[in-house]
């Protein structure tokens, strides 16, 4: 069993984490966050009792085999300066000064880094970048995206990357949104359009439409633990790896 520190253990995904390992063949033996000091994590999650404290100090995660960070960047930034065994961090939002401590701690010790841990998405980007080279220029290529109501932010940045997996194949420029007179869609463009309402956790479709027929590559998250699936995965896999940093497609050997 992968013995694993949690860093951001009181926030929604550290609480997400806690449930998920158990399915995972995962143990968790840290956890640390600057909420909830003293309250055992487990109890925490709605799990029961884990027998593992939360602490707010780092120090607690010297001892663990892979540190699984979900916090905010300045957490992330001292985790990144001091951690001496494998980590497998989702932060995002990371200040040039965090970009440069996680690099610089990948050449220490092995480090996951993924904006998202979805492995279906992380299959989206690679069947998107493939579908699009198959099927050339005849195929104008578009991204639609839907998230909950309360999503502060748009277009979502894995609709964000996913255009950008076509537009790097096709050489295209993402447009964001359509309005007014703007007149025939040009073969260079690719555009990406943002959906929100109720409580869709996310949705993301590449269409490919060409003469006579479309192509629709979509994910659809229906559960936020997927992200813990996921982080585990890169959790178990990168015990013994070299020093380097890594992403989703690396875990799901896609590279
Ligand atoms: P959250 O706000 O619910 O949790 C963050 C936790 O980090 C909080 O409990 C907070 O107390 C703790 N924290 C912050 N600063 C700290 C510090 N200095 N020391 C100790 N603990 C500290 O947020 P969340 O929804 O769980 O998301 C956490 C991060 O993960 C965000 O950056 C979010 O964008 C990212 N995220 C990534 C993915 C992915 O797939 N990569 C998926 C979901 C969320």
Redesign the pocket.
């Known amino acids: 069993m992968t013995r694993v520190g949690v860093?951001?253990?009181?926030?929604?995904?550290?609480l997400s984490i806690a449930r998920v390992a158990t399915e995972e063949g995962v143990k968790i033996v840290a956890a640390?966050?600057?909420?909830r000091p003293g309250d055992d994590f487990g109890e925490a999650a709605g799990i029961g009792r884990l027998d593992v404290p939360i602490s707010?100090d780092l120090a607690v995660l010297q001892d663990v085999e892979v540190v699984v960070d979900?916090?905010?960047p300045?957490?992330a930034d001292?985790l990144f300066r001091e951690c001496k065994v494998p980590i497998v961090t989702?932060?995002?939002?990371l200040s040039a000064e965090a970009t440069q401590a996680r690099d610089d701690a990948a050449t220490r010790i092995p480090v996951v880094a993924?904006?998202?841990?979805?492995q279906g998405v992380t299959v989206l980007f690679h069947l998107a970048a493939e579908a699009a080279r198959l099927l050339g220029e005849g195929f104008d290529a578009e991204v639609v995206e839907m998230h909950h109501r309360r999503k502060v932010d748009a277009p979502s940045g894995t609709a964000v990357r996913l255009a950008e997996c076509v537009a790097e194949v096709r050489g295209l420029t993402p447009v964001h949104g359509r309005s007014g007179q703007v007149g025939a869609r040009p073969a260079s463009e690719i555009g990406v359009l943002a959906l929100r309402g109720g409580d869709v956790v996310g949705e993301h479709t590449l269409f490919l439409a060409g003469l006579g027929e479309r192509l629709e590559l979509t994910h659809r998250a229906t559960d936020r633990h997927l992200?813990a699936r996921?982080?585990l995965r890169a959790a178990r896999w990168i015990g013994g790896r070299s020093p380097g940093l890594y992403d989703m497609s690396d875990v799901m050997g896609l590279r």
Request: proline share 3%; glycine share 20%.
């Open positions: 860093l951001g253990a009181a926030g929604r995904m550290g640390v966050d600057r909420n707010s979900f916090s905010l300045d957490a001292a989702g932060t995002t939002g993924a904006p998202n841990y979805s992200f996921g982080a």
